[in-house]
């Protein structure tokens, strides 16, 4: 099967990525305007950034869900702010996990809502006095903490404390802006405004040749590093599968589940947030009774199939190893700073 992925040359430069080097300065130009003239709105509660410096995946998602689940764990109250990409509705509105679906808010936003309150916007600002009304309305539910999937870039507010998330297999590729290579910035500007970095490895995929300097630069500017394993739950008695997915990396995927254990017949990508036609997914339902292999793809994508179609796929779920008990002790520390009155970090 073809692959869909991000040009080859945002990875390992060459020729293309020489010739979009003007485009790429005068985008980086405007990035920096774009922020000198944006004024932020301040957040009701204490802001917690979970972002990344690249186009594409980086393991923001399970990240964010597990910062929820351990602050929860330790008696806060925190909600997650999405922009909800992929989603029709563009809020400022609480999923509802029982009866939106991730055409309507977007994937990620309906997965993080298993865990806890989820605020699509796909304006930040809106958002933000979305949230005063509520948390000003009689009755109203009571948090302490914003955990933003996502906003490293986005100038609307200003985040308490920023962690910049690292898929150390790809790093931060060639290194050049957008679109001749993946950073959304220049990479000054995300460690400048970024206090932790975040680098997930998954299984045996090695290091990207860029991501020592990339540590030498946050180690530089006193980023604190935190690394931590992506996997999956091991799967039992090797079962046959034809995997699928929408995501960034899909061969990160695919690979995950080899290591897991699963015994992939085929595999079948399709583009990131790509919903799932019933023609091609009949055509994999197909395929697989054929090789009597079952259909297999990630949690998030799962979310994404037809009501009808979630009983003949199966999911596997992707677990976190890292040190999150540091990360806490930082957010924690950012809570105490901003209910003091203190300064966001710059």
Known sequence: MVELKAPRFWSEGGWQA???APVAWAYGGLVR??????RPVKAPLPLICVGNFTAGG??????VRALVEGLSGRGHRPL?????????LSGPLWVDPLNHTAAQVGDEPLLLA????????????????FLRRALAAPGSASFDVIVMDDGLQNPALRPDLT???VDAGTGIGNQRTLPAGPLR???KLGLARSQALIVLRTGEEPDHPSLPGLLQSAKARGLVLLEGQTFLQPAPARPLVLAFCGIARPAKFFRSLSEAGYRLTDTQPFGDHQPFPEAALGNLYRRARADEAQLITTEKDWLRLPEAWRSKVHFAPLHLRWPRNEALALIEAAIERASAGGKNPS
């Not at 305007?33 to 944006?38: Q, V």
């Not at 980086?58 to 990240?63: E, Q």
């Not at 997650?80 to 029709?88: A, D, E, F, I, T």
Request: proline share 7%; hydrophobic share 40%; charged share 15%.
């Open 114 to 129: 298993e865990n806890c309150p989820v605020l699509v916007a796909h304006s930040r600002a809106q958002g933000m006095a």
């Open 18 to 20: 020489q010739a979009l």
């Open 163 to 165: 962690f910049a998330v």
């Open 80 to 88: 997650v702010l999405s922009k909800g990409y992929g989603g029709q």
């Open 185 to 187: 910035e220049p990479l």
């Open 33 to 38: 305007g774009y922020r000198a003239f944006k």
């Open 58 to 63: 980086a393991g923001k998602t399970p990240v």
